[in-house]
């Protein structure tokens, strides 16, 4: 078999394990054209596929490229005498060849892959060995580790643990589709591997179902940073060996292009397009071939999963289709963000409760993802974000509670009926009214965070620049219909937040180790900071005397907290730190009340308590709610649940730590509404307009 002769048994066999069981006998008749050799070997070779234990391997290796096993297999145990014993082959790709052996110094058994003579010759060991090492340094719970590698009589080899389980691609070869908890809890949990990766400089560049190992059902990510190690070893002389790096199903189309510079958010493409694959049963841009492939996923949109999964929530279909984006900046700027979108789940939600039990929504779950503080995204639920922070650092919180003081029982008040759906485009901050019809649009590039000022009269929000890879501070004028750039630089500014006199916003700007909170004059443009800290922080409002803030604060790997952040610059203090995920505070007209939202019970939920010292919890949502908005005058609270903008209709308090009663509730319209870790809408004052930033 020539290599040319191979290099369309490989597309064409790729392009049927892409596809549905069902349909790879007439996507290989169509594609080969009656060529009734070249269709049987296809044939035979997906036959010994389905067969085959599929670890973590490139595709079945060519048989003019196969080597002697049992030549490599002496060579390296002879090569290895003393350290490791080789005691069988595990299987064999077009890329290496895996045996299992026995690490006598540790006495247990290791997976060890080889990779072939031609495509060690070409890449270099010195070269190769050193690129490794980067790798080797990767410890995290969802990336299976490199323990040991080297050059043994001109073999190129490095070990691994060995696993016992299967491969995703396995996986779904046997089911085709999984359940949507359990395909979204795979993604997150391959997610937060890419994203503690990508922290320490390495991107994998080659995510797909082959390289994800599944043990007890939890992933474990392989090869981490091996495309990436032969690219920079061996450079344009790996093309020569006939391996094609990357796998076109799950490249973006930056990579499949060519371009020889690539981030983090190839990868963010590809669990995309893995998380695809496990909701529909084929990749986003399955073909009969590899440039078929190619041209769909450069010149196709994503298309939507409601039709093939009706039981995927919105929100995650969204997620999906923007981690496919096909221009990198439109995508989610990091794994940590893709992740978190994938988070919520409101009860009222379209998907049968039995898909979400012990997945990574029950009430029970543990945070695989980092709420990672990345302002511009950290959780963004349906699209955009913003340059991702480094994890904070408990310890540097001045005095953190673990746990805010028990109150009463949370009061529940009962949901009601849907309201109308808003319209409008994507890429607009959009202004409507209480029945949700449009009455005005504030253009912008992905908007983020808008805030009326206090006399309702400007709108502050964050959203990119023309020659701006970052967020830049915007103020629209509504009454002139002029807008007024506040910040024009690559501190990545956003989450503005009005003084209660309208002449100063506070707002996030990028810093070394996260995100730091300022302050600007919007007469003299005086600015100073509040915040300077490490990890990511940001303003969710400002107490009406001027005198604190509210800060959301990444609490490490396990959510966020809020903090009461002195406007002097002094240390913060914790309002809300305890293990759950605590976001999006507002503080009420009278400074007596914050609304906010937390999952303590494993859901979403809005709450009231007590300002300044939290004493009377209130359950304010009722089967999911995110963020919190208080009218001017205090006798009405919004929050989002389900797409729907929810009012709930206030009286007064009647005494000192007594909560405002309710008297009614209200869902105003539905709109598709951005979720992040900050509130991405808000209220004019009299609150009869809403700006949204809706999701495209």
Request: with cysteine; glycine share 8%.
């Amino acid at each position: 078999m020539t290599p040319e002769r191979w290099h369309a048994v490989d597309a064409i066999l790729q392009a049927a394990l892409a596809c549905d069981p069902e349909r790879r006998e007439a996507v290989i008749a169509a594609a080969c054209g009656g060529d009734q050799a070249l269709e049987r070997e296809i044939t035979s070779l997906l036959a010994a596929h389905a067969g085959s234990a599929d670890s973590f391997l490139e595709l079945p290796a060519a048989p003019f490229a196969v080597p002697d096993v049992r030549r490599v297999a002496a060579r390296l145990g002879h090569a290895l005498q003393g350290r490791y014993a080789i005691e069988r082959e595990i299987a064999q790709g077009g890329m290496a060849t895996v045996y299992l052996a026995r690490d006598l110094r540790h006495d247990r058994r290791v997976a060890i892959k080889v990779l072939r003579d031609e495509l060690a010759a070409a890449v270099g060991a010195e070269r190769f060995l050193a690129e490794i090492r980067v790798t080797a340094s990767l410890q995290h719970p969802h990336i299976l580790p490199l323990f040991d590698s080297g050059n043994a009589d001109g073999l190129l080899w490095y070990a691994m643990p060995y696993v016992e389980g299967e491969t995703l691609r396995s996986r779904l070869a046997r089911e085709r589709l999984l359940p949507v908890g359990e395909a979204v809890r795979i993604a997150r949990e391959v997610a937060d591997a890419l994203d503690h990766a990508h922290a320490a400089g390495v991107v994998h560049r080659d995510v797909k179902p082959e390289n994800v190992l599944l043990r007890d059902g939890h992933a474990l990510v392989a090869d981490f940073g091996i495309a990436l190690a032969l690219e920079q070893a061996g450079g344009e002389r790996i093309t020569r060996t006939g391996l094609a790096l990357g796998t076109p199903q799950y490249m973006a189309p930056e990579q499949a292009a060519g371009e020889r510079v690539l981030d983090r958010r190839v990868d963010v493409y590809a669990v995309g397009a893995m998380l695809h694959e496990m909701l529909a049963g084929e990749p986003p841009f399955a073909a009969a071939t590899r440039q078929a492939v190619v041209h769909r996923l450069m010149n196709e949109p994503p298309g939507t999963l409601a039709p093939r999964r009706p039981d995927v929530p919105p929100f995650i279909d969204a997620a999906v289709r923007r981690a496919l984006a096909k221009r990198r900046d439109e995508r989610f700027p990091s794994a940590a963000a893709f992740a978190a979108a994938l988070l919520p789940v409101p009860a009222d939600a379209p998907v049968p409760r039995a898909a979400w039990d012990s997945g990574p929504f029950s009430a029970s779950r543990g945070r695989t993802v980092s709420a990672r503080g990345a302002l511009y995204a950290a959780a963004l639920m349906l699209v955009l974000g913003l340059a991702a922070g480094r994890l904070l650092d408990p310890s540097s919180l001045v005095a953190r509670w673990t746990q805010v003081a028990p109150g009463p029982p949370p009061v529940a008040w009962a949901p009601s009926a849907p309201g109308p759906d808003v319209g409008g485009a994507g890429g607009l901050l959009t202004i409507v009214d209480r029945s949700g019809r449009q009455v005005r649009g504030i253009s912008a590039d992905r908007p983020w965070t808008p805030r009326f000022s206090p006399d309702g009269n400007r709108v502050a929000y964050g959203a990119f620049g023309p020659g701006r890879q970052t967020s830049d501070l915007w103020v629209t004028d509504l009454r002139s219909g002029t807008t007024r750039r506040l910040t024009d630089d690559d501190a990545d500014s956003n989450d503005p937040q009005w003084s209660a006199d309208g002449t100063a916003l506070a707002y996030s700007a990028a810093a070394p180790d996260g995100k730091d909170v300022m302050m600007r004059s919007l007469d003299g443009e005086k600015v100073r900071a509040v915040a300077v800290r490490s990890g990511t922080q940001f303003p969710s409002d400002w107490l009406r005397d001027g005198s604190a803030m509210l800060v959301t604060e990444q609490a490490g790997p396990d959510g966020n907290d809020i903090l009461v952040q002195p406007t002097d610059g002094s240390s913060a203090r914790p309002y809300a730190a305890t293990a759950a995920d605590e976001t999006g505070a507002r503080i009420s007209p009278d400074g007596r009340w914050v609304a906010y939202t937390s999952d303590r019970t494993g859901r979403a939920e809005v709450y009231l308590d007590s300002y300044p010292q939290p004493r009377q919890r209130v359950l304010v949502s009722s089967g999911g709610g995110v963020h919190p908005v208080w009218r001017g005058d205090g006798r009405e609270l919004y929050y989002w649940r389900d797409g729907s903008l929810v009012a709930v209709q206030l009286a007064p308090s009647k005494g000192d730590g007594v909560p405002p009663t309710r008297v009614a509730q209200t869902v105003l319209f539905r709109a598709q509404y951005q979720v992040g870790l900050n509130t991405m809408y808000d209220v004019s004052p009299d609150g009869q307009r809403f700006v949204i930033a809706l999701a495209r």
